[in-house]
C-alpha cells in the first residue's frame, strides 16, 4: 500500500473531520496529492488537490471555502480539514498521489498511487 487515508467518521452536520493521506513506502516530493469521494450510488469525484506549493490547489465548487486542505513534507503527509460538514458530504474519501508534472488535476486517470479510503458520515 502506497497511500494510507486515515481520520474519517461519523458526525453530526456542521461538524468537523480532518483527514490524513499518509505515505509510509513513498515519497510525496514529487507528487500532488488529490482527494477524492464517492458517495453512496454515486462516482467517484475530485475534491481538492494539493501541489507542491500553496498556488498548486483546487477545490471543487462543493466544498470551497469549507475544506482545507495542506500538505506537511517533513511527515510526508497531505491533510484534508473539513469543516462545516453537509449530509452530501457523506461518502468514501480516497487519497491519490500523481506526478507533479501533470500540473493542477483531479482527472483521475493521471494519478498513479491510490489510498484504501475512508468513511466520513455525515447525519443528524
Known amino acids: 500500500v502506497q497511500l494510507q487515508a486515515s481520520g474519517g467518521g461519523s458526525v453530526q452536520p456542521g461538524g468537523s473531520l480532518r483527514l490524513s493521506c499518509d505515505a509510509p513506502?513513498?515519497?510525496?516530493?514529487?507528487?500532488?496529492i488529490g482527494w477524492f469521494r464517492q458517495a453512496p450510488g454515486k462516482e467517484r469525484e475530485g475534491i481538492s488537490y494539493r501541489g507542491d506549493r500553496d498556488s498548486k490547489i483546487y477545490y471543487a465548487d462543493s466544498v470551497k471555502g469549507r475544506f482545507t486542505v495542506s500538505r506537511d513534507n517533513a511527515k510526508n503527509t497531505v491533510y484534508l480539514q473539513m469543516n462545516r460538514l453537509k449530509p452530501d458530504d457523506t461518502g468514501v474519501y480516497y487519497c491519490?498521489?500523481?506526478?507533479?508534472?501533470?500540473?493542477?488535476?483531479?482527472?483521475?486517470?493521471?494519478?498513479?498511487?491510490w489510498g484504501q479510503g475512508t468513511q466520513v458520515t455525515v447525519s443528524s
Open positions: 491519490a498521489a500523481a506526478p507533479l508534472v501533470a500540473g493542477v488535476t483531479v482527472d483521475q486517470s493521471m494519478y498513479l498511487f
Open positions: 513506502r513513498l515519497s510525496l516530493d514529487h507528487y500532488g
